[in-house]
Structure formats: C-alpha cells, structure tokens
C-alpha cells in the first residue's frame, strides 16, 4: 500500500510534467493560440489524472479518434457528430451568440449544409427530390428594434420523409433545400416538407459510443435555417415540431422551447395561403425571425 509521503511525491510527479508542458508554449507568438493551447494542456492534463487512465484506455482512445478520422469525408463529418453528442458544437454556439434583447436563438449547424444551394422565388418550393408531406412555412425577418430587414438571405435545409438528406444518397439528387430572399416587407414563405425525426449516421464511431452510453442517436423533427443581412449578426438555427417525442432527448442538445412551434396539419382539400393545388394533407407554420445587430462588424 501506498504511503502518504509516495502519494505525495506522486502528485508532484504529475503536476511538474503537466507544469512542463504548459511551459513548452510560453513562446508560442499569437497569444490567442497560446492560451488555448495552455489551457488545452491544462484541462487535458487533469481529465487523465482525475480518472487514473491506464495504458490500455489512452490507446482505445486514440484507436477511436483514429476511427473517427477514418471515416470522415467530403459528405460526412464524423468530427462535427462527436462535437455535437457530447454538447460541445452546441456550448460553443451558447457562447457565441448571447441573448440580445429578443433576437431568435441560435442552435447546431449539423453537418448536412452544403454551399451553393438552389435559389428559389419567395413563394417557391425547397423540396425539389425531397419527399414528404407538403409544409408551408411564413414569417418575417426583423432587427431587434422591430424593424423589418428586407433583402435577408434565408437558407433552408431539411431531411426527407425517410431521415435523410439529399447528400446522404448516392444519385446526385438536391432536395430540401434552397435559399431565398426577404422582401420589402421583410416576409418570406417558401414551401418544404413536413419535418420527421431521423438518427444521426449511427454506423460509424459516434453510433457506437451511443450505443454503449445508451443514448439514443435520434434527432427531434426540424428544420434548418440560417440567415444573414448586413449589420446584422449570422443566425444558424431549427424550428421544431411541437409535439415529437425526441424533443427531451435530442441526440445532440440542440432543442429551444423558443424555437419549438406548432406545425399545424390541413385537411385534405383545404385552400393553400397561395392558391397551390395539394392533393392530399398538408401543413404550415410561422417562424418569426429575429436577427441581432453584428456588434463586431
């Protein structure tokens, strides 16, 4: 058994290398960089040494992270899903866009946006091959002061009826998703499918820490948006479905009660806001977007 005098000297062991390494970044030139790395250190450092990690466990891990690196490519960012299920993706994004007065909140970006997305007409339709439930989705942009913000960039992006993105298939095909513009008014509308819940890709390294966590990999039923206007600061967000029953367990911590809405279902036959005929049910909802003054810009 170990005495106190060796526990002692064992503790002084730890922290003199752990001191080592902070000071091999004194010299690093941009402060920035060697905060960040020192504090990395620093956090690393006691994570290893409050859980005791053996040999073998620090080897598992970089096994993993390995993994994680293998199967990451041009279409699925395995890094972004660990970042998300472990909160970090949705902690940094809680720090950097703090409440301003009634600005809309902002939530995860995922790893589904791709650039360049079709441009449609206000009024226009995002689902091209994404099939579902017709949705139809309304509101305003504005500035804090109520103002409306006419010429706002709204990017939109959703997964199909079966939970998955267009990049998830093989084909080539875009569907659910487009941008458009805000008008004089500061209005938009646009037509999409109605959200469904679907799992995060599970096959890979983030499913597998799910699986042995006992977390669920579901995401609740949402859709992407993310709007920019000048002077105005970058909003990345989802509206969601009241009423789905991942919203408690949303794998990746990005639900809002402020951006949970009612998606109210139509009848079959009922007149659609702008005279688009629909055969069968449909839905619609009113997002409300808010965007905050680009302080730093």
Avoid at 22 to 47: G, K, M, Y
Avoid at 64 to 86: C, H, N, P, W
Avoid at 89 to 106: C, H, K
Wanted: with cysteine; hydrophobic share 35%.
């Amino acid at each position: 058994m170990s005495t106190t005098s060796d526990d002692q000297a064992q503790t002084q062991r730890e922290q003199a290398l752990t001191d080592k390494v902070v000071a091999s970044f004194a010299n690093t030139p941009d402060d920035r960089l060697r905060e960040i790395l020192q504090a990395a250190t620093r956090h690393l450092h006691a994570f290893v040494r409050e859980v005791r990690l053996t040999e073998q466990e620090w080897e598992a891990g970089i096994a993993y992270l390995t993994a994680v690196g293998d199967i990451t490519d041009d279409k699925r960012q395995e890094f972004i899903l660990l970042s998300d299920t472990f909160g970090v993706s949705m902690q940094t994004i809680t720090m950097n866009n703090q409440a301003r007065g009634n600005a809309t909140e902002a939530t995860v970006f995922g790893p589904f946006f791709v650039q360049d997305s079709p441009e449609i007409d206000n009024g226009g339709d995002i689902s091209g091959a994404a099939t579902g439930m017709p949705c139809y989705v309304e509101g305003t942009v504005r500035g804090t002061d109520g103002q409306p913000v006419p010429g706002a960039r709204i990017e939109a992006w959703e997964a199909d009826d079966d939970g998955l993105y267009d990049v998830q298939y093989d084909d080539g095909r875009v569907g659910g998703r487009a941008h458009l513009f805000s008008d004089e008014r500061g209005e938009y509308r646009f037509w999409a499918v109605q959200p469904t819940p679907y799992p995060i890709p599970y096959d890979g390294p983030v499913g597998q820490l799910l699986a042995a966590a006992e977390r669920t990999p579901m995401r609740a039923s949402h859709l992407h948006f993310m709007v920019t206007a000048d002077g105005k600061r970058r909003l990345v967000t989802h509206i969601f479905v009241r009423g789905d029953s991942h919203l408690e367990t949303d794998s990746v911590f990005g639900v809002k009660d402020s951006l949970v809405l009612d998606f109210d279902e139509q009848p079959a036959g009922t007149p659609t806001p702008d005279g688009r005929p629909v055969d069968g049910p449909w839905s619609r909802v009113r997002f409300d977007i808010v965007l905050a003054d680009d302080l730093a810009g």
